[in-house]
């Protein structure tokens, strides 16, 4: 079949500050999926794109080529509105286990298609994976099923869904092209789109853990992806979120399936907490469910007793233990002072070197590993006192992560906390 355009053509038009035309977008996407423009081209299209931009309109239009790559999921039959919620990333963000239950006890459906990690950032499907017997693959009609009954499902997403950005996330992965805003956005929005959800929250992480590590890169992120949502019907909000530091006490699959049933269960740590109340409380007012008191299904089991059903749903058992990790070693404290920074990259980089992570996609994972947090900024340490617990099944670990770890606290004498995890919010 001969081709409309020549794909050097439209690399040398980006390269060149140049704006792409809808249908070399349209052509260029859908070339890309059949395998007719090589990677080496589309590397060097997405790196031109790093460093030049694209317009409001290619944006627009390239989100929709990858929409465009697969199939469209459609909820309305079922007899709840439905809410979303997709992170930009961070090391310690365990927040949808906790708040697809959370969320569903108010009556509206939860399908939370989730992926694996790559790189120091984990992925949900690895931490649910640390549940004996759980299942991430479902069919349609299972999925359409448990959010009929259970009404939160966190599963894998079909390989029909954006089928052109499960191909570039993984070059962008392995190019350094992934940090560019019009690439970021378009990858999560074509999926979120092509899912059908009603509406739709977006946690977007700020700070040294995060893709975005100022607060204006993330608000021009925020500003682009609320955009997109809301101009393809999808009601959509940000919340712009703090990722200096990792979230809660864990940073590991089991371990963070352990944290998540502490905040099931009433407790967990404060900031853990705070986010998923947060989050569940802007995905119910955007499904029209304001004034809740999210709090109290914390507290007295109703978010629990979903999570045991969504378990159950997909033939885990919620009550089989998690695994723990046959080997540890501590990371202590240098001096007397309080903590005034820890640096989430580094507690990332040290739980993936453990075997909580993976480098290439194919690779297995261990879900035992990971860094336990002892100390947190705002708390006060003596020299000698652990401040992080190292897990894995392989020893011979403890060396790199450790490295890793040698530089990723500051003590100091005073710390002023933050008022809110929260640093901003956009509808
Ligand atoms: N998550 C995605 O799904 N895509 C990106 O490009 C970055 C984060």
């Known amino acids: 079949m001969s081709e409309p355009f020549d794909v050097?053509?439209?690399?040398?038009?980006?390269?060149?500050?140049?704006?792409?035309?809808?249908?070399?977008?349209?052509?260029?996407?859908d070339a890309y999926t059949r395998g007719v423009v090589a990677d080496e081209q589309m590397s060097a299209l997405t790196m031109a794109i790093f460093l030049n931009g694209m317009s409001r309109e290619e944006i627009h239009r390239w989100t929709h080529a990858m929409i465009?790559?697969?199939?469209?999921?459609?909820?309305?039959?079922?007899?709840?509105?439905?809410?979303?919620?997709?992170?930009?990333?961070?090391?310690?963000?365990?927040?949808?286990?906790?708040?697809?239950?959370?969320?569903?006890v108010f009556d509206v459906a939860v399908p939370q298609l989730s992926g694996r990690g790559l790189g120091h950032t984990g992925g949900t499907l690895d931490k649910m994976e640390a549940i004996p017997g759980w299942?991430?693959?479902?069919?349609?009609?299972?999925?359409m099923d448990q959010l009929a009954t259970v009404r939160a499902v966190i599963c894998a997403a079909?390989?029909?869904?954006?089928?052109?950005?499960?191909?570039?996330?993984?070059?962008r992965d392995i190019t350094s092209t992934v940090e560019a805003i019009p690439l970021i956005a378009s990858s999560i929005m074509s999926k979120k789109i092509?899912?059908?959800t009603d509406s739709l929250v977006l946690d977007v992480k700020v700070g040294s853990g995060a893709f975005m590590k100022d607060l204006d890169q993330a608000r021009e992120l925020a500003r682009v992806m609320v955009e997109l949502g809301s101009d393809a019907g999808v009601r959509t909000r940000a919340l712009l979120t703090d990722m200096d530091a990792p979230l809660g006490r864990t940073a590991g699959n089991a371990l963070e399936v352990a944290e998540s049933?502490?905040?099931?269960?009433?407790?967990?740590?404060?900031?853990?907490?705070?986010?998923?109340?947060?989050?569940?409380r802007e995905m119910l007012a955007a499904a029209g469910k304001d004034d809740v008191d999210v709090e109290a299904a914390l507290q007295d089991g109703r978010a629990m007793d979903v999570w045991r059903d969504m378990?159950?749903?997909?033939?885990?058992?919620?009550?089989?233990p998690l695994p723990v990790a046959p080997e540890t070693s501590d990371v202590r404290a240098s001096r007397d002072g309080v903590i005034t920074h820890m640096d989430a990259l580094a507690v990332g980089v040290?739980?993936?070197?453990?075997?909580?992570?993976?480098a290439r996609k194919e690779d297995p994972v261990q879900a035992e590993a990971g860094v336990e947090i002892h100390a947190k900024p705002g708390d006060r340490v003596r020299a000698g006192e652990p401040i992080f617990t190292m897990h894995t099944a392989t020893p011979e670990r403890f060396a790199r992560a450790e490295q890793a770890l040698a530089d990723a606290v500051e003590i100091g004498e005073t710390y002023s906390a933050r008022p809110s995890i929260v640093l901003d919010r956009m509808r």
Do not use: N
């Open 261 to 280: 049933l502490d905040v099931l269960s009433g407790g967990g740590p404060a900031d853990v907490v705070e986010l998923t109340c947060e989050l569940a």
């Open 8 to 29: 050097v053509d439209v690399i040398r038009t980006k390269r060149d500050r140049g704006r792409l035309s809808g249908e070399q977008i349209d052509w260029v996407v």
């Open 350 to 358: 040290a739980a993936w070197r453990l075997g909580a992570g993976r």
């Open 194 to 196: 092509a899912e059908g």
């Open 135 to 143: 299942r991430a693959d479902l069919s349609e009609r299972e999925l």
């Open 311 to 320: 378990i159950r749903a997909q033939g885990g058992d919620p009550d089989a």
């Open 158 to 171: 079909g390989a029909s869904l954006a089928p052109a950005d499960k191909k570039l996330y993984a070059l």
């Open 68 to 104: 465009d790559s697969g199939e469209r999921m459609d909820f309305s039959a079922l007899p709840y509105p439905t809410a979303d919620k997709h992170s930009t990333g961070g090391v310690g963000d365990k927040i949808t286990l906790p708040l697809a239950p959370l969320v569903a």
